[in-house]
Nanobody, 125 residues
Framework: QVQLVESGGGSVQAGGSLRLSCLGSGYTDNTYCRAWFRQAPGKEREGVAQIDAYGRPSYGDSAKGRFTVSQDSGKNTLYLQMNSLKPEDTAMYYC???????????????????WGKGTQVIVAS
């Protein structure tokens, strides 16, 4: 059973940066698609970024040009570097993963079986 634990959330001023981490356990090999989602109060869960087993990333529209997803397979850790943060980036951020070498596009919650409990990001104006 794969388990995921996010960290790195917090409060930051608009224009600032944060780096989120997601430590996974229970992986049987490296053939997983790993992703970040976010959900603001009253809104649907939104796909932010994902990365496949070959290290190829893809991004949701809100993340393009500002966020970077990466992974350290040896450490079973997924990262999300967030720069130029805006108040509208305020949300609970979740990591997710599913077996498979490739990731499906678009980044949809229905493509992922394993989820962390989230880490809160607050961006003040």
């Amino acid at each position: 059973q794969v388990q995921l634990v996010e960290s790195g959330g917090g409060s930051v001023q608009a224009g600032g940066s944060l780096r989120l981490s997601c430590l996974g356990s229970g992986y049987t090999d490296n053939t997983y698609c790993r992703a970040w989602f976010r959900q603001a109060p009253g809104k649907e869960r939104e796909g932010v970024a994902q990365i496949d087993a070959y290290g190829r990333p893809s991004y949701g529209d809100s993340a393009k040009g500002r966020f970077t997803v990466s992974q350290d397979s040896g450490k079973n850790t997924l990262y999300l570097q967030m720069n130029s943060l805006k108040p509208e980036d305020t949300a609970m951020y979740y990591c997710a993963t599913n077996r498979g070498v490739f990731c499906y596009i678009p980044i949809s919650p229905t493509n992922f079986a394993y989820w962390g409990k989230g880490t809160q990001v607050i961006v003040a104006s």
